[in-house]
């Protein structure tokens, strides 16, 4: 158990159009999913946290307006990433929680590699 | 001083050898230890979990926790060319389910 799909897996788009990334939980409820972006050989930069039905929390430096993050239901929550740029271009992935158990348990998606050309 | 300190430098090992690899943390606090392992274009897989201090087993690896050193261990033994992959310690206190990451160790076990 514990499977988190991203969908889609690549994106290419050209500057200034906006690309929704999905990302669901398939096998169980996820109370918190998590944004990260990743860029090569580095670790995993953790860009905001978001509760079913309310608004994101956004890490420092984050902007908020270009990164919408919308935590519909307790299997999907989705990443547009408005206005695109070149320096946008990176590795996104998501991640869920089960429960409030409070454990850190994170169980991540596959990733989505977004190339803005 | 980071929270959480793990020497990324890649770590070549023949294969059947021992890996072991190992994070640092600065943070008391935490009390749930993670290790991912991240194939190279993937998302990171849980791997092993651990709570608190003490040794955790499964097949070929084991985790181990010293939270009076503040250290955390991986091994993973008779290690297998599959085993190839970057891996990330991260950890969490208790009721905050925001995880600390280390660099990530990029191990490659040479056939």
């Known amino acids: 158990g514990a499977v988190v799909s991203q969908h889609p897996s690549w994106v290419i788009c050209k500057s200034g159009t906006s690309v929704k990334i999905e990302c669901r939980s398939l096998d169980f409820q996820a109370t918190t999913m998590f944004w990260y972006r990743q860029f090569p050989k580095q670790s995993l930069m953790l860009m905001a946290t978001s509760n079913e039905g309310s608004k994101a929390t956004y890490e420092q430096g984050v902007e908020k307006d270009k990164f919408l993050i919308n935590h519909a239901s307790l299997t999907l929550s989705t990443l547009t990433v408005t206005s695109a740029h070149p320096e946008d271009s990176s590795f996104y992935i998501c991640s869920a929680t089960r429960g409030t158990s409070g454990r850190g348990e994170q169980y991540f998606g596959p990733g989505t590699r977004l190339t803005v050309t | 001083q980071k929270e959480v300190e793990q020497d990324p430098g890649p770590l070549s090992v023949p294969e059947g050898a021992i890996v072991s690899l190992n994070c640092t943390y600065s943070n008391s606090a935490f009390q749930y230890f993670m290790w991912y392992r991240q194939y190279s274009r993937k998302g990171p897989e849980l791997l092993m979990y651990?709570?608190?201090?003490g040794n955790k087993e499964d097949g070929r690896f084991t985790a181990q926790v010293d939270k009076s050193s503040k250290y955390i261990s991986l091994f993973i033994r008779d290690s297998q060319p599959s085993d190839s992959a970057t891996y990330l310690c991260?950890?969490?206190?208790?009721?905050?389910?925001?995880?600390?990451f280390g660099k990530g160790n990029q191990v490659v076990v040479i056939p």
């Open positions: 991260a950890m969490s206190a208790r009721g905050n389910n925001r995880l600390a």
């Open positions: 651990t709570y608190s201090s």
